[in-house]
């Protein structure tokens, strides 16, 4: 998301009645929607941030938005791009931890379809080209520096020193 977006998926920030957790986790369910009551009082710290009924002790308002509203109004990415962003990285986010998909798990994901991983060997090679290739265009530029004067006079030809004769004389007359 943050590769694409610029911006983190999540920014939690503490207010004045609740604490970066409190913020994480609202954050969490104003994309993901609610948790299962289940999940919400499965964790260790459960009861600092959720009551008996799986709701936010700290905040109580919250704004649903879901990621393909997200990345259309926020990002403008078109629906169809959205919903396969969405498709890639919700079975990231599963609340369940159990269903929750891993990076093997997503290596055949058709949203990563076109992507080409390169080896380090590839990568230090690229790199190595593209140095390469911007020396030649320094040196290029070095010459074409160089060689501006002497360009130059070719197109105006060779500077001839005027005559001593006056300009009422000619070639060949005394």
Known sequence: FELLTGDYLFD????SRYNKDDDHVAQMLELLGPFPR???LSGKYSSEI???KGE???ISKLKYWPMTKVLQEKYLITEAES?????????????????RFTA???VTNPWLRDITVLSE???VERAQQQKEAEFEEQVKMELEDVMKPALAINKTGPKRKKSSLSAAGSPGTF
């Open 83 to 99: 919903q396969e962003l969405c498709n890639f990285l919700e079975p990231m986010l599963n609340l369940y931890p159990e269903k």
């Open 121 to 123: 060997e590839e990568i």
């Open 12 to 15: 939690p920030q503490a207010g």
């Open 56 to 58: 936010l002790r700290h």
């Open 38 to 40: 289940s999940v919400a």
């Open 50 to 52: 959720f009551n008996r």
């Open 104 to 106: 093997a798990d997503m």
